[in-house]
């Protein structure tokens, strides 16, 4: 009998978190335990697999009305071969959220209203990809570049900034386009 990994006395419950995906779900908390052979399964059809995982959706860039589980934070044991689970940080414009995974079995743990945040991000069909440091590295990359793009806003108004990105982008892709950028600095230089 697996037992919530969450609140360790009391015990998990078959059902089913997306068609075809059955689950472990606490009746108390309401976090979904996902043994690792049936993610597999639900997951080989829903993905191309000649397509390597990337940043779909920018965390920061959601604000749902979501809200962690009040035991999110809590240390947690792998309902099936007891190692502790590692935790996936997600940051979403006003909250974080940890998803947690086992790094003996590869089990996933979701806090209540987790996986609908997945879903959003379109990262439910590659959870795993939560736990490695090139999705990490990716969303970092690109929070500085939101965080740029909103600065470059402030500074300039919206209309000018956004002929601004669109300049960028016709540059970045022009074979010349560091003439240009040189031209540029030397006209606001001056």
């Not at 829903?46 to 940043?55: E, H, N, T």
């Not at 929070?143 to 740029?148: F, V, W």
């Not at 806003?153 to 560091?178: C, M, Q, S, T």
Request: charged residues 25%; proline residues 9%; contains cysteine.
């Amino acid at each position: 009998m697996y037992q919530c990994p969450k609140e360790g006395d009391v015990n998990l419950q078959d059902s089913q978190l997306a068609p075809g995906l059955p689950v472990k779900a606490c009746p108390s908390c309401g976090g979904s335990w996902i043994p690792p052979e049936q993610y597999i399964n639900w997951q080989r059809p829903q993905i191309d697999p000649d397509a390597s995982p990337r940043v779909s959706v920018l965390p920061l860039s959601l604000n749902p009305p979501f809200q962690p589980a009040a035991l999110d934070n809590r240390a947690a044991l792998c309902p099936d071969c007891r190692s502790y689970l590692v935790r996936g940080r997600i940051t979403l414009q006003q909250v974080s959220f940890y998803v947690e995974r086992c790094p003996n079995c590869n089990g996933i743990w979701c806090d209540d209203g987790e996986w609908e945040m997945l879903q959003q991000l379109e990262l439910h069909t590659h959870i795993e990809y939560i736990f490695s440091a090139d999705w990490q590295g990716q969303v970092r990359e690109l929070e500085h570049t939101e965080r740029e793009k909103q600065a470059t806003i402030d500074k300039l108004g919206p209309e000018i900034a956004h002929r601004v990105f669109e300049l960028a982008n016709l540059l970045e892709e022009h074979p010349n386009g560091d003439f240009g950028v040189a031209y540029l600095m030397r006209r606001v230089d001056q």
